[in-house]
Structures are given as structure tokens and as C-alpha cells.
């Protein structure tokens, strides 16, 4: 069974960190892409996130440039998300995806777009809300 679960969200002050993970099962990561997504109450998912599965190059969305940062960890079938300097902007739902996407555009905005994504390698989601 083809599986995706996050893990390592919380209740963060503003300008804190968390990690979240993104942990595979029923399928190996090597050669998938992964991206990170979120979605606030009321808005539409957005991209933040992705790693090229052939070599890990990463691509960020311009709201997260500079604060977050993707790794992944194949031999634990684990892509991660380092969240730093974070913003009550930020609260929202986190979810990662994973599909074969053999050519990434340069800015990485089809890696980006949640559209890209089969929807059968999305994950449940792990909270984040960044709150005094």
C-alpha cells in the first residue's frame, strides 16, 4: 500500500523552527519528486517546496526562500522540511506529495504545483500554527 505520512508539526512561537518529515512507504523515493505544500483556512494549497528526485536538487517558492530548506534522506525514505524564522503567516496545514516527474521546468514551478501531483501520493497533512 502506497503510503506518505507527515510528521513534526506543532504549535511554534513566531520566529521559532520546526522540522517536518515526510516518510514513504510502499514505494521508494530515489527517483520521485517530492514537494511540500500548505493550505490555510480558506485559501488554495500553495507550493513552497520540492526536491528532484534524480539528484535532490531543490526549488523554493519566493514566500519560503531563505527560511525553509527540503533534504531528503533515501535511505530512510524520508524527505524533510527545515522551517525556520517562522510567521503567524505561516499556520497552516502541511502536506507532502510525490510523483515521477521526469523534466523540471528551471524555477521548478511545475515541481511547484500541486496539479502536478498524482493524488494518490499525497499524505494526511501535520498541522503548523505559529502563535504568541
Known amino acids: 500500500q502506497v503510503q506518505l505520512v507527515e510528521s513534526g508539526g506543532g504549535l511554534v512561537q513566531p520566529g521559532g523552527s520546526l522540522r517536518l518529515s515526510c516518510t514513504a512507504s510502499?514505494?521508494?523515493?530515489?527517483?520521485?519528486?517530492i514537494g511540500w505544500f500548505r493550505q490555510a483556512p480558506g485559501k488554495e494549497r500553495e507550493g513552497l517546496s520540492c526536491?528532484?528526485?534524480?539528484?535532490?536538487?531543490?526549488y523554493y517558492a519566493d514566500s519560503v526562500k531563505g527560511r525553509f530548506t527540503i533534504s531528503r534522506d533515501n535511505a530512510k525514505n524520508t524527505v524533510y522540511l527545515q522551517m525556520s524564522s517562522l510567521k503567524p503567516e505561516d499556520t497552516a496545514v502541511y502536506y507532502c506529495a510525490a510523483d515521477y516527474v521526469p523534466l523540471i521546468t528551471p524555477d521548478g514551478s511545475n515541481c511547484l504545483a500541486p496539479s502536478t501531483y498524482d493524488v494518490d501520493y499525497w499524505g494526511q497533512g501535520t498541522q503548523v500554527t505559529v502563535s504568541s
Open positions: 526536491i528532484r528526485g534524480s539528484d535532490g536538487v531543490p
Open positions: 510502499g514505494f521508494t523515493l530515489d527517483y520521485y519528486a
